[in-house]
């Protein structure tokens, strides 16, 4: 296929001006390339990132009071702040560095560091539930009891973001962000919440979600520390061997966790589809709330909560759904069902009245 002359004209006027471009562009600009950190530098400062002094130990007072008052209030924004202010991916990413250099001394005082602060951070939590006397589970704590494997995937990315930009000296401003990414103090606050509000799921779900995020942490932490040249494979690897065995240890419940999670939503969207599509009676109510829990034995029990006129729904249209759901799902299904009734009135003026009842 040949190109006219006008194109052609086009195409090398086009290269004329990348050229002009490449080449004004042109230079070593060694300045702009960016290298780990040399062993020492990066030594040092997670030394200090590691040291267990009183201002690490008043941001994650600071942090704890922030965070536990958030998920009280179940504000997104609160919680995101108080992950922001904790210094707690400090000691941590320390520990994935000792790991890799095998520097005993550095994970001994980072580990110092870490539980402190997070006994500091728990205790907290449980004193400011205890004093306000709120047991109300908000919707930002019941996502932190039930992690799962994505939980898992996203501390596992977490750690190496934070394991690069801690040695690499330009790019260290995306620590916040890895923070923001890992969410180490919420869980802690949780953990508070639990113990102040004696609700042993509540514990146990936010303690393995933060045992998860530390271990991935780390992990990562200084498997991206190796790659970097820091320590080598030897030194490291009692410390990996470990961090393996608690990663796959955790990843059991989280597995099973994942699970019922994609059971859950495939019987939400399959519930929403019969009840919108297949089912006439129940076109035109309103879904107020809908939960689906895993039966000890096998099946699911499906709790459904519409609201809709009186009368207008009877037991054969339950029935119906029912028998829908099953065959959708192909398991046993105990659907219970609740129905709000729906009276609607209407007040008018006396001018509104008056003109009615002009013929």
């Known amino acids: 296929m040949k190109l006219s002359y006008r194109w052609r004209r086009r195409l090398v006027s086009w290269r004329r001006i990348l050229q002009e471009l490449t080449a004004s562009n042109r230079g070593d600009w060694i300045w702009l390339k960016t290298k780990p950190l040399p ?6 400062d997670l030394w200090r990132w590691a040291e267990p002094s009183v201002n690490y130990y008043m941001l994650m007072f600071l942090s704890g009071v922030i965070a536990t008052l958030g998920l009280l209030a179940n504000s997104s924004a ?17 520990m994935a560095f000792a790991v890799a250099m095998g520097n005993r001394r550095l994970l001994k005082r980072a580990s110092f560091s870490m539980v402190t602060g997070v006994l500091l951070n728990v205790a907290t939590a449980a004193l400011i539930t205890f004093v306000l006397g709120i047991d109300t589970l908000t919707a930002e704590v019941q996502v932190r009891m039930q992690p799962t494997l ?9 750690g190496a973001a934070g394991a690069y930009a801690k040695a690499r000296k330009h790019i260290s401003d995306a620590l916040p962000g890895v923070a923001i990414a890992v969410a180490l103090v919420p869980p802690l606050s949780v953990i508070g919440i ?12 936010s303690t393995l979600l933060f ?3 530390l271990a991935s942490v780390i992990f990562c932490g200084a498997l991206v520390f190796l790659a970097q040249n820091y320590g080598s494979l030897g030194r490291a690897q009692r410390g990996l061997t470990v ?28 519930l929403n589809l019969l009840v919108r599509e297949r089912t006439l009676a129940l076109r035109n109510v309103n879904i107020e709330t809908l939960t689906v829990r895993r039966r000890q034995a096998s099946g699911l029990l499906v709790d459904l909560e519409i609201s809709a006129p009186s009368d207008s729904i009877s037991a054969q249209d339950i029935d119906v759904l029912h028998g829908f759901l099953e065959d959708e799902l ?8 609740s129905v709000i009734p729906i009276d609607r009135f209407r007040a008018l003026t006396q001018q509104d009245s008056s003109n009615r009842q002009i013929p």
């Open 211 to 213: 045992l998860t995020n």
């Open 39 to 44: 062993v020492a530098s990066l030594n040092r």
């Open 194 to 205: 639990g113990i102040a509000s004696w609700s042993r799921t509540v514990t146990v779900g």
């Open 243 to 270: 961090s393996v065995l608690v990663i796959a240890l955790l990843g059991l419940p989280l597995g099973f966790s994942f699970r019922d999670l994609v059971i859950k939503e495939r019987t939400r969207s399959r």
């Open 78 to 94: 609160t919680i995101i702040g108080a992950m922001i202010v904790a210094p707690l991916m400090g000691p941590i990413i320390a």
């Open 330 to 337: 192909n398991t046993p299904v105990d659907l219970n069902v």
């Open 150 to 158: 994505i939980d898992l995937g996203v501390a596992l990315a977490a």
